[in-house]
């Protein structure tokens, strides 16, 4: 027990998760919780980033707790906790700013598109500071529970690149020895696209609610949104760049059947789009109608569970951020 690595992960509470984090992100952390000394938050702070109707960010905490659980994350296995429950998140936050560059933030890809998105939704040019901040949030969060591994879909893959140069400079800097965290990016599902257009990626904040599917549809709904999914006109099924309607189906089946997508493309070889279509969204379908009914069975342990795993992540989180306070010279308790 005390020899295994650490893993963390969070996802941000913006809106109603869809296939896309189960299979880029939460199916991982599901997988690895065995193997590492996992934490898992919901990253409630880093929602705050653009605007969020109080309400709705309470129900999208709430729900992703229970979805993190009829996933199959486990209590007894991975402390599950809210973000600002613990409140060193936001102290380490400001320790890690002050050794972070305004050019290395602005610099990072999902800062520009987020910011570009700002700027013509409501045609001025003002960006809020905390979309900047967003990937220093991240640091603190890695840092806060030394963490050796992060899984995480490939969108974040930047943000744990700019963890692993921040946290080798204040080792450098403060003679200190947190880990340096590795990203964790399945091979598979790593970026599953939209139903609407499969170049973009299938994303929570999309406001097309046709091309993602959420993990909290009816079922019978989220059927429908893949049999009428973009696909191309060539007929052939296999996976390719040119094919990214295809390729995505493809990735949907492989990730939820666990198996490859080569031994999914073989199985589809001879079978034509709509024996495709037919096939994953019955997948699709049956994943649904069982993650609901766990998610119903889940939901009323939320506040207790959520209690107690704050109280467990805090108690890792504070003697890191004594580690690193006493590092800068903030703090002389031996
Ligand atoms: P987000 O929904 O952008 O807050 O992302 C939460 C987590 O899910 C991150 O690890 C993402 O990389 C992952 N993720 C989000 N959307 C997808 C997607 N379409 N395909 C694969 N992973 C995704
Ligand atoms: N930014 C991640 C997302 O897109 C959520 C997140 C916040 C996170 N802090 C993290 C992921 C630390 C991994 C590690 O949802």
Redesign the pocket.
């Known amino acids: 027990m005390l020899n295994k690595k650490t893993l963390l992960?969070?996802?941000?509470a913006?809106?109603k998760?869809?296939?896309?984090?189960?299979?880029?992100?939460?199916k991982n952390m599901v997988k690895l919780q065995d193997e590492y000394n996992s934490f898992v938050f919901i990253?409630d702070l880093?929602a705050l980033t653009l605007p969020i109707d109080p309400k709705i960010l309470e129900q999208n905490r709430h729900n992703i707790y229970a979805i993190y659980l009829a996933c199959g994350l486990d209590p007894n296995k991975t402390t599950i906790f809210f973000q600002s429950d613990v409140m060193e998140h936001g102290l380490m936050n400001w320790l890690i700013i002050n050794n972070t560059t305004i050019g290395e933030l602005s610099r990072m890809t999902q800062f520009k598109d987020k910011s570009q998105k700002v700027k013509s939704a409501n045609g001025m040019d003002t960006i809020p500071t905390g979309l900047l901040m967003y990937p220093t949030l991240m640091v603190a969060d890695i840092m806060l529970y030394d963490a050796d591994l992060v899984?995480?879909?490939?969108?974040?893959?930047q943000h744990v690149e700019l963890t692993r140069n921040i946290t080798q400079r204040i080792n450098n800097k403060y003679k200190l020895d947190f880990k340096i965290p590795e990203p964790y990016i399945?091979n598979v599902?790593?970026?599953?696209?939209?139903l609407t257009d499969p170049t973009k990626?299938?994303?929570?904040?999309d406001t097309n609610e046709k091309s993602?599917i959420y993990l909290l549809d009816n079922p019978g709904e989220a059927y429908k949104k893949i049999i009428k999914c973009v696909t191309d006109s060539e007929g052939k099924i296999y996976a390719s760049p040119d094919k990214p309607g295809i390729t995505n189906l493809l990735n949907i089946y492989s990730a939820l059947k666990e198996i490859s997508l080569k031994d999914t493309e073989t199985y589809f070889k001879n079978k034509n789009y709509k024996e495709l279509k037919a096939e994953v969204a019955q997948t699709v379908k049956e994943f649904l109608q069982n993650i609901q009914t766990r998610y119903q069975q889940f939901l009323p342990l939320v506040d207790k569970l959520s209690k107690e795993g704050a109280i467990k992540a805090a108690k890792v989180a504070k003697a890191n951020l004594l580690k690193l306070m006493k590092g800068m010279g903030l703090n002389n308790e031996k």
């Open positions: 992960s969070g996802i941000t913006t809106g998760l869809t296939l896309g984090n189960y299979i880029g992100a939460i990253a880093h899984p995480v879909g490939i969108d974040q893959k399945p599902g790593n970026k599953i696209m939209s990626k299938m994303s929570k904040s993602s």
